[in-house]
């Protein structure tokens, strides 16, 4: 990585505290719900789903926490997202950029970007109930979001990086003065 690129990606600390949180959990929920499952309490279908539910959240958090791909790189030749889009998103695909800051105690903000319909078309977003931090952005019909909750930088950090190469500048123009 060179002194003008950045690359996010999730925090490790919080990402493996979430996997493990979820797999103590489902260890207990199997534990008292067997018993109470055993005693007539409540049904073994009801178990089953609870701990079935929460050991694929803790299976998913420890699949994030061990994958060390950047979310995002910003560089000279636009925007990466590696596990999203096959190609960089060029500077001049970009039509607005924006951040947003959290409320919660722990987040980064949300990233917005708008983008050329060409550009939104090679860009997979994924649900964020699934733990997938680049989305669809609500309300455009080309925009996509980055949360930036549980990664290693805040949407303001992604915000400044991109402010060196967007709105991209004409090369000619540039070497003119």
Not at 42 to 55: D, E, I, K, M, P
Request: neutral net charge; glycine residues 12%.
């Amino acid at each position: 990585m060179n002194r003008h690129e950045l690359a996010v990606r999730r925090s490790r600390v919080i990402t493996g505290l979430n996997a493990a949180m979820a797999g103590l959990v489902a260890v207990a929920a199997a534990w008292f719900g067997i018993g109470d499952a055993m005693a007539g309490g409540t049904s073994w279908l009801a178990v089953a789903t609870v701990v079935t539910l929460l050991c694929f959240y803790a299976w998913t958090g420890a699949r994030h926490f061990l994958d060390a791909r950047p979310l995002l790189v910003v560089g000279p030749d636009g925007l990466l997202l590696p596990q999203h889009a096959e190609a960089p998103i060029p500077w001049d695909a970009i039509q607005r950029v924006g951040a947003s800051r959290s409320f919660a105690l722990v987040g980064g903000g949300r990233l917005d970007l708008d983008l050329t319909p060409e550009a939104f078309a090679g860009v997979r977003v994924g649900q964020r109930l699934m733990g997938d931090h680049v989305v669809k952005m609500v309300g455009s019909p080309f925009g996509i979001s980055l949360l930036a909750q549980g990664l290693d930088r805040p949407a303001s950090d992604m915000l400044a990086a991109i402010g060196q190469y967007w709105p991209a500048r004409d090369a000619a123009a540039d070497a003119t003065g």
